[in-house]
């Protein structure tokens, strides 16, 4: 092809129907449009152009299902659609993206810890359907997606991780052609999510790449997809890819789902990921909101001649009673105890000698500041007199009354209790980094709080401190040292979100007898609201031991499990009846 050819094929590329203007004259008086609406699972896909009369387009997009999301694309004339119901619709905020195929540049690094491939088995499918409900997105159910394993029109990706065979991201593609003979010949990337937890780097991209490719080799000429216009981490990876913006419109329906994109900026958006998914439950059933201090967390709910001030999950309905009792971490042992639940062995620092003396019986303890929250100050797994000192001095700095407890082996179990009623429990797990061969350890460290940050709105990060270099050198190595490809180091022996801790969703695993113990503690402290930390060592079992109790704790981390709405039932049961009858 000649330089003026190349050139000329570009411009009517970019004059495409599903770029810019149609031209009216070129469609024949008769034509018949298929007016082609796609099933995604998360709502419809309806491609505009293959409407001709926009009021029918309006119509169609009125016809969205309840808990579906649809969205009409490539719309000639968006601002007449508009204008059929401009009570029910909206022009979405969002920006289309466009690959233009023949131009993709592969990339020659291959993934390292995980795998892209298709959808291949009903465990997928689940897998892919918790993902999106974690992610706070529109998921569709398992049934659905396995169901398109062999569709020609809608296909699922996922990326898998090479250890263990967990899901860690998802995405779907749409063949424009299959759908309804585009003329085009165009296809579309669709929900996108990757496991705010995935150890890994660069698993949105391979997803991203792999959806490229695929349709490459079928024949399309470009890839679209739609991104928020102020998803500016997601912008930078795809105009690194090749991705350039073009002028595609997309309408969307006034729903409960939507309501953050057509309402405007408000100031609940300034809250913090504990007191926004209150609020928004809240302002899902017309609860009135006002926020107080959105920095701290405050905020009131009011509805007719209620109202209740709350600190994230912190409400008036605790008593400074109950929440005296779980702020003072002896109070809190003492009374589980005498309720007859098991909890480890404790007492409270006097004396140096005193403390190695409690060492030397139990061989392994864990030093931690009687008041505090969000795991500052705390060590685990102390063996050695010398690091047993600086343990102490580093829980001195955030209480002056120092804990030493009996070190209890077993996986971390937080379940959360809510109207003493167990609501979520899920395993936490400590800060851990994966060896790429290509980093050493301060800076996997780094990449890894980095991308733990993104995933928590920045509430969570690993502290490089004393701590940290303790449980580095207790593994044999550090900070400068290169950790081979494919290892996982725990870098931290507490296993708290805010030290880079993840957390893994077990609700359904839980055994009776540990939901037992943990309503019975709950109502031991009598407390409205908690969350419970255990020790155990399997979550189906019946051994335990309670370490803890947290009077305000993170219901955002046990997503998608109800802990919002549970929440809100509880402060407005009236409500709670109305979402039943609905």
């Given at each position: ?343 480890p062995d404790q007492c409270e620092y006097e004396a140096l000698d005193q403390a190695e003396a409690f060492l030397t019986r ?48 077993g996986a971390d179990l937080r379940i959360i209790v809510i109207n003493f009623e167990v609501v979520a429990a899920a395993i ?18 780094q990449i890894q709080s980095r991308r733990r940050r993104a995933a928590t709105s920045g509430e969570s990060s690993i502290p ?119």
């Open positions: 092809m000649s330089t003026r050819e190349h050139i000329h094929h570009r411009l009517e590329r970019r004059r495409a129907q599903s770029v810019s203007s149609w031209d009216n004259e070129r469609r024949h008086e008769n034509e018949i449009w298929s007016e082609t609406a796609v099933d995604c699972g998360w709502g419809r896909l309806i491609f505009g152009q293959t409407f001709n009369d926009p009021q029918r387009l309006a119509r169609c997009l009125q016809e969205e299902r309840s808990g579906r999301r649809d969205v009409a694309m490539y719309l000639r004339d968006p601002h007449v659609v508009l204008s059929y119901a401009p009570q029910d619709l909206f022009l979405d905020p969002s920006h289309t993206f466009r690959l233009w195929l023949d131009r993709y540049q592969y990339s020659h690094r291959r993934p390292k810890g995980f795998v892209v491939r298709l959808l291949n088995s009903r465990a997928d499918a689940e897998a892919v359907h918790r993902l999106y409900a974690a992610r706070r997105m529109v998921p569709p159910n398992a049934e659905f997606i396995w169901e398109q394993r062999a569709s020609r029109v809608i296909q699922f990706w996922v990326a898998q991780d090479e250890q263990d065979g967990g899901i860690l991201g998802c995405v779907n593609g749409v063949d424009h052609v299959e759908a309804f003979g585009d003329v085009e010949r165009g296809a579309s990337l669709w929900a996108l999510a990757v496991d705010s937890q995935a150890p890994y780097p660069g698993i949105g991209e391979t997803l991203v790449r792999q959806v490229a490719e695929f349709y490459q080799a079928r024949g399309r000429s470009f890839l679209d997809l739609s991104v928020m216009h102020d998803n500016k981490g997601a912008i930078r990876l795809y105009e690194k890819l090749g991705f350039e913006r073009v002028p595609v419109f997309a309408l969307k329906n006034k729903n409960a789902y939507n309501e953050p994109l057509f309402i405007g900026k408000q100031p609940a958006a300034q809250l913090n990921p504990y007191a926004a998914i209150i609020v928004n439950e809240a302002r899902r059933r017309g609860i009135g909101i006002e926020v107080i201090d959105a920095e701290a967390g405050y905020f009131a709910l009011g509805l007719g001649g209620r109202r209740i001030v709350c600190r994230e999950s912190l409400s008036e309905l605790t008593t400074a009673v109950a929440m005296s009792r779980c702020d003072d971490k002896v109070v809190t042992q003492r009374l589980l105890k005498r309720s007859g639940l098991r909890v139990h061989g392994s303890v864990v030093v931690k500041p009687a008041r505090g929250e969000q795991g500052a100050g705390i060590s685990v797994d102390i063996r050695d007199p010398n690091d047993l000192e600086q343990a102490i001095k580093n829980a001195r700095r955030i209480c002056e009354t120092v804990i030493l407890e009996e070190f209890c082996t936490r797990r400590p800060a851990q980094i994966v060896g790429t061969g290509a980093h050493n350890i301060g800076e996997l460290i490089v401190d004393a701590e940290t270099e303790r449980c580095i050198r207790e593994a044999g190595f550090r900070m400068e040292d290169m950790l081979p490809y494919g290892q996982t180091l725990v870098v931290r022996k507490t296993a708290n979100l805010h030290t880079g801790g993840t957390i893994h969703d077990v609700t359904d695993n839980l055994s009776p007898a540990l939901a037992q113990a943990a309503c019975k503690a709950a109502r031991a402290l009598d407390i409205p609201v908690t969350g419970l930390d255990f020790l155990v060592p399997d979550v189906t079992a019946s051994d335990y031991v309670i370490i803890e109790a947290n009077e305000r704790p993170g219901l955002a981390n046990h997503e998608p499990q109800p802990t919002a709405e549970r929440f809100v039932d509880l402060l407005f049961p009236q409500t709670a009846a109305r979402e039943l009858r609905a």
